[in-house]
């Protein structure tokens, strides 16, 4: 894990976003497409309208989200909706979108559809995490039935029932998570700083499931951290 720290959230974002630009260009120049997830939740919005007016090939360009609530894209708490309303606009609305949600009325019901949505998307090219206070991350919650599923299954999509938050969730699971040639976790603010510093603390994912992903072995995850 590396963590990089800005005093603010501007200068967070530019320096993401900078980051951000230089992965989808080297990706556009060498298989001439870019396949982008992030997260939704209050973190990432002033980063999703800086990257939304930035000048890129966004046809070529594939963004899903790590989880999303089982709600109509309509509705003020879907992810989907935050992506389409503040990430693809402008510059970036010719970007393709991949939805983590169908018109089954139970997430488990949608959960192959999803997972078939995925079968020909390669490995990703950059994956942005987001935390809960709680240690959770995507929709991988460590009060859910499901983590353990989460944490070893090896399709791409599950459904998730948390007990401590609202709503059924579809998440990415971890191996489709980290099938990412980058993974970043991003967090604001002092109260997420002291649950990264729990997390590094110790080692159980089931207590904490950016565990999992901040101690894989193989996976170096860069942490954009800003305090305000
Ligand atoms: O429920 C969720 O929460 C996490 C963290 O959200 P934040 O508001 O604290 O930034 C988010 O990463 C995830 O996508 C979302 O569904």
Redesign the pocket.
Known sequence: MQLHQFASSTELNTDFAKRLIAIVHQAIEARDHAYLVV??????QALFEHLSSTDLDWSKVTIT?????WLSSSEKDS?ERLVKSVLLQNKAAAARFISLVTADEKAEAGELAVCQRFAEIPTFDAVI?????DG????LFPCSAELAKGLSTEQAALAVNPTT?PYQ?MSLSQSRLLNSRHVFLHLVGGN?LNVLNQAMAAADPQQMPIRAFLQHPCVDVQVMFATE
């Open positions: 997260s939704g939740g209050r973190t990432p989200l790590a989880d999303d609530r992810n995490l987001g935390m809960g206070e959770h991350t995507a929709s938050a969730r997420k």
